[in-house]
């Protein structure tokens, strides 16, 4: 999906900047006057084709699954590039408790069988998925697989701004390149 398709592109993402604004200070802990509680680990991560960013708390223990909002791992935690989410705040199903999904390519799949097809990510070689309908859509079409490891991550999405703020932890973007040839 890009955003001059009509399913409300330039909204989507004057909604993807704004949208945090409460929900990403409740999260933190934005204060009535203003300030940002530091020191929290911040991350990128792509929903619908745009970059979002989120506070990452780890791995809840003992959980297994919590709801229906899941987050994928591209070859692992951070490994190749940003995860991809499925929701943001203000959809039905969001939540800041993110059932994890690692994806790999499939036996015999190459990432260049992936850049091949219509399900690449046109941030390519920045992100190879950015849009977990492409990433469901890939395994449907052999591409890729996709397992749950059983764990849950508490990772509240939350506005650039407060990403950037002074004190937090920010995680590295920079992933090695070129890609491999499978992951």
């Not at 959980?63 to 590039?81: A, F, K, P, S």
Request: include cysteine; aromatic fraction near 8%; glycine fraction near 12%.
């Amino acid at each position: 999906m890009t955003n001059t398709e009509d399913t409300g592109g330039p909204t989507r993402r004057r909604f993807l900047r704004t949208s945090g604004l409460l929900v990403g200070g409740l999260a933190i802990g934005v204060g009535a006057t203003g300030t940002v509680a530091a020191g929290v680990p911040v991350a990128n991560g792509w929903y619908e084709g745009e970059e979002i960013y989120y506070v990452a708390h780890g791995v809840e223990e003992g959980v297994t699954e919590r709801g229906e909002n899941d987050i994928y791992l591209i070859g692992g935690d951070r490994v190749w590039q940003a995860q991809v989410v499925e929701f943001i705040p203000g959809e039905s199903g969001y939540s800041p408790h993110w059932n994890v999904n690692l994806v790999k390519t499939e036996t015999g799949v190459t990432v260049a069988d992936i850049v091949a097809s219509p399900y690449v990510s046109e941030h390519y070689p920045e992100a190879l998925f950015d849009d977990v309908e492409d990433i469901r859509a890939a395994e449907d079409a052999g591409l890729v697989t996709i397992s749950k490891p059983g764990a849950v991550v508490l990772c509240p999405i939350v506005p650039e701004r407060v990403a950037d703020a002074p004190g937090n932890t920010e995680l590295s973007e920079d992933f090695p390149r070129p890609w491999p040839e499978t992951f």
